[in-house]
């Protein structure tokens, strides 16, 4: 008798079945589908190991089993699996490859895709006005009736940010965790799309069936909760992407790494190991979150006459947590101060990941009714941004808290690469109007670093290596780590956004490139500022503009008025009037000569004035404002 895999949707508060999977000749379905939890497992878990070998009868328990076994059957039927030929799956990475954001993964095999994880990058410096960038997803778009599903595999930004924007152009169900899912809820909500998007809540243990995938949710352990590695069972072997992780055998939340699955996956054959790489150049091991809870009780214990303010990251639930442990045990209320650390805080309090005292927890506006001594604020801006609390506290634009003599600050984060100057200019700015900065052993990493990934890759025993997340240097430090343990230096893939990954038991190489990229979010735009717009953008931010306005008359096209100049970013106007009054004399002989030659073509009248005014402000001043004449016909 066959079964069906239920999904426990607590989020919903309905039970959702998760679809059969499609009979193919290449794939069918055990009996007895179980999930596997971290329970202790009997000897029931023959018939769990039946079924994985079903989902891909090939290769499922890998290559080094199947080829010491005969082929099941006899005579023709044994003679035609032989010359069946493997099936293939694609991995194909839209982002995340060249830098640490935009997390985005597809994978095809047969009439299937399903994307692991949809997430944001934050802009550039060069990138003037630029709120958000995103994915470009033409590849889905243009296959959207194969694609079957998002799975996420936690809730931080760079993995869940862009749902909102891509889920209007491919609306599929979205599986994640508990947390990930209210965290993503919260946008979809903002964005006004909550209704319109499925959303089914999956449990550790738990798999669903999508197409031809099955995807299993594993536990691990990272700087937010309720993050999941995946185990992807395909027609062509078993994928294991681990998803932003670290090995830590005390966490503040829930239960340590299933490290005991992740060797059961090793032991019957996993094809390709994707292993974040975020901490690969960085030796050792990573420390536990609960070391940063220790150090937190040492500062609120040395500083008990002084207002503590500790900036961290909105979604870090566990640091958040230690924080108000602390207060708590010091008699210190707690004010929670940011928009988004407000939002996480809040849906994490809802769902039962973070405990509150009761009492503790109490509103900004009530701050001024308790001595500074007993408070704490929890807030935003560990990475610098201009218009996040601690940045508004430092530059004296908060409109609730100024920062006095005494106050203790501790930023919990390390700053992201390129951030470096903007927590630099905010520690300065603390510091200058008399606040005790502490930014040492105040923070631990959510990634996994050297031996760690060594571990994982000694349990696993991946056929091939995949390093993701990470820049090319965080990759291929990876990848040295990965030859280490014996992995074969062929077998280690180097991809870039875009490639198009073909793999099974026999080969695997890129076999095609598809765009890949980022689309600029600037405000309710999404797509429409481009190089052009951005180059513009830096022309006038760097070098100012001019603006030529003259008026013709429409039949003679005689000069009727100007050309008159307007400077803005330039230069100032009332230093440099002898300066205007050159151009401007420039501008008037350039115009004179067009209309002595006869010239009625606009668009060369504003050509000859661009080049006339821009030649003589090079050589007068070196600068290259952009010049944009304007012509008026009456």
Known sequence: MKTEQTVNTEHAGEEIKAPRPRRTKNYRPGRNNRSYGNEMRTGKEEKSEKEEKAVKPQAAEGQRINRSRRPVGRGKRAAAAETQPMPKVKIIPLGGLEQIGMNITAFECEDSIIIVDCGLAFPSDDMLGIDLVIPDVTYLTQNIDKVKGFVITHGHEDHIGALPYILKQINVPVYGTKLTIGLIDNKLKEHGILKNVKRKVMKHGQYVNLGCFRVEFIKTNHSIADASALAIFSPAGVILHTGDFKIDYTPVFGDSIDLQRLAELGKKGVLA???????????????????????????????????????????????????????????????????????????????????????????????????????????????????????????????????????????????????????????????????????????????????????????????????????????????????????????????????????????????????????????????????????????????????????????????????DIVSRGFVYVRESEDLLEEAQTVVDEAVADCLNHHIADWGKIKTIIRDCLSDFLWKRMKRSPMILPIIMEV
């Open 273 to 563: 190991l994707m292993c974040d790489s975020t901490n690969a150049i960085r030796p050792g091991f990573t420390m536990s979150e609960r070391t940063v809870g220790k150090t937190f009780d040492s500062i609120f214990s040395d500083h008990t006459s002084s207002r503590i303010i500790v900036a961290t990251f909105a979604s870090n639930v566990d640091r958040v947590q230690q924080i108000i442990n602390s207060a708590n045990k010091y008699n210190r209320k707690v004010v929670i101060e940011g928009r988004s650390m407000v939002n996480v805080i809040t849906t994490a309090s809802e769902l039962g990941y973070i405990n509150i005292p009761e009492g503790t927890l109490i509103d900004i506006e009530q701050l001024k009714n308790y001595p500074e001594e007993q408070t704490v604020l929890i807030t935003t801006g560990s990475q610098g941004e201009s218009m996040a609390a601690l940045s508004r506290m430092a530059s004296s634009l908060h409109r609730k808290v100024s920062i006095m003599p005494g106050d203790v600050v501790i930023l919990s984060s390390t700053p992201i690469p390129g951030n470096e100057k903007a927590v630099s200019k905010v520690i300065n700015e603390l510091s200058m109007k008399g606040a005790e900065v502490i930014f040492q052993d105040t923070h631990v990493s959510g990634h996994a670093c050297q031996e760690e990934i060594k571990l994982l890759y000694s349990l696993i025993r991946p056929k091939y290596s995949i390093p993701v997340h990470g820049e090319y240097r965080h990759r291929m430090a990876q990848g040295s780590l990965a030859e280490s343990v014996g992995i074969p230096k062929e077998n280690v893939i180097m991809l870039n956004s875009g490639d198009v990954l073909e793999l099974n038991e026999e080969s695997c190489h890129v076999v095609d490139h598809v765009p890949a990229g980022g689309i600029l979010v600037d405000g309710l735009g999404v797509g429409d500022v481009g190089n052009i717009v951005l180059r513009d953008r830096q022309n006038l931010a760097q070098n100012g503009i001019i603006v030529v306005v003259l008026t013709l008359e429409k039949h003679s096209n005689q000069l009727l008025a100007g050309p």
